[in-house]
């Protein structure tokens, strides 16, 4: 977020309420800090160099930031205990939340700016890019790991930081009152986008609706499963540790596996205006499902594998979906640089879908070969 003042000012005030071992060295800006603006902190203690992640939470985007770290506080440690349990490195396999001076998860300003401070993960690094296929399946099947090693965590412990945030019936419905006010007068120039997705207002209640009737059941899930949420160990190259878990909430983990789909298997991008370039990546898809069944390791339901890759079609439909309203709405929600980018988003989106549903009978197939 975009604290008041200098931020890096904001950033020494938030460490002041810590009370890290050792001497302070550094704090310096870390990342691109698009979400949240995120520094290093170097700390000397016992003649040894450690890192911490000081972190401003947005709370525009996150207004209930005390439901958020409480999520993050169960989730990491509940894999904490789990993995010592089971002799693995639980230091550098989960995030730890360090406690202010007064016992909170969160350092809040005067100037109404909400910190937390991270271990850093030692000797680890993270990719922005997947630059082979082969780093796509590891994607898969950390994320994969990961729904497996919160199996047996109660989903319903956590808050929905983000209320219905992948609830495509909401957002159908959200479409709905967008054409009726037509705020800006576009309507009548997404005709065939508008049709498409009415046609596919089925598809739109498919999901929820056999969550709400007990056929998929409710999990833990990450809700922000891109590649560079992944640490990855500097040494074995293996993954070691899932982070960014602001979006860690109850769902259905066929989304956590679909949008990695939406936008992992096609190399376009998202506002890509000539929609002959715009293709869906069977090949990375069968990729992604044989890593994420194994990571997953057999806690599957039968209804989540026979649903699988409606994960896919439904999230990538919800996304232009959102696409295409905030474009009737006038642009008020995605940042845009250009006129009608929302609209090529939507339609890149769109298309996807349509390619899916082209080799869908291979999409199915695909599960089940993965099951062999």
């Known amino acids: 977020m975009t604290t008041e003042g200098n931020p890096l000012n904001n950033a ?30 170097t700390h000397t203690h016992e003649n040894e160099d450690k890192q911490y992640v000081l972190q401003a939470i947005n709370h525009k985007i996150f207004p209930n930031v005390h439901g958020l770290m409480e999520n993050i ?3 990491t440690t509940y ?42 993960v030692k000797n680890s690094y993270s990719l922005d890019k997947v630059e082979n296929p082969e780093q796509f399946y590891i994607t898969a099947k950390a994320f994969g790991r990961f729904a497996y090693d919160l199996n047996d965590f109660d989903a319903s412990q ?50 929820y609706d056999l969550l709400d009737e007990g056929v998929l059941p409710l999990r833990v899930t990450h809700n922000d499963t891109k590649l560079n949420n992944i640490m990855f160990d500097s040494e074995t190259k ?58 997953t390791n057999g806690i599957l339901t039968e209804a989540e594998l026979e649903y699988l890759p409606w994960g896919a079609r439904v999230i990538t439909l919800e996304q232009g979906i959102r696409f295409l309203t905030d474009y009737i709405n006038g642009d008020v929600y995605y940042a845009t640089t250009r006129p009608g980018q929302n609209l090529d988003r939507a339609r890149t989106q769109l298309k996807l879908v349509q390619d899916m549903e082209n080799v869908w009978d291979k999409m199915v197939e695909a599960v089940k070969n993965a099951q062999k």
């Open 12 to 41: 020494r005030v938030a460490y002041e309420y810590y009370e890290l071992p050792g001497e302070l060295v550094d704090i310096q800006p870390l990342g691109n800090g698009l979400i949240n603006k995120t520094y290093q902190i």
């Open 73 to 75: 506080e169960k989730v």
């Open 79 to 120: 894999l904490r205990e789990k993995y010592e349990a089971e002799g693995r490195d639980a230091a550098r396999e989960t995030l730890r939340v360090i406690r202010t001076k007064d016992g909170h998860l969160t350092a809040n300003l005067d100037n109404g700016t909400y910190w937390r401070i991270y271990d850093s």
């Open 158 to 207: 956590l808050v929905e930081v983000i209320p219905q945030f992948h609830d495509t019936r909401n957002r159908y419905r959200q479409l709905e009152e967008a054409i009726r006010e037509d705020r800006v007068g576009s309507v009548k120039e997404v005709q065939e986008e508008i049709a498409f997705i009415q046609n596919r207002k089925a598809d739109c209640f498919l999901l």
């Open 238 to 295: 293996e993954p070691l540790c899932i982070v960014d878990l602001d979006t860690v909430m109850p769902g259905l983990v066929l989304f956590d596996f679909g949008d990695s789909i939406r936008f992992g298997a096609n190399d376009c991008a998202e506002d890509e205006p000539d929609l002959s370039k715009v293709n869906f990546d069977f090949d990375l898809y069968e990729i992604y499902v044989k890593g994420f069944i194994e990571g």
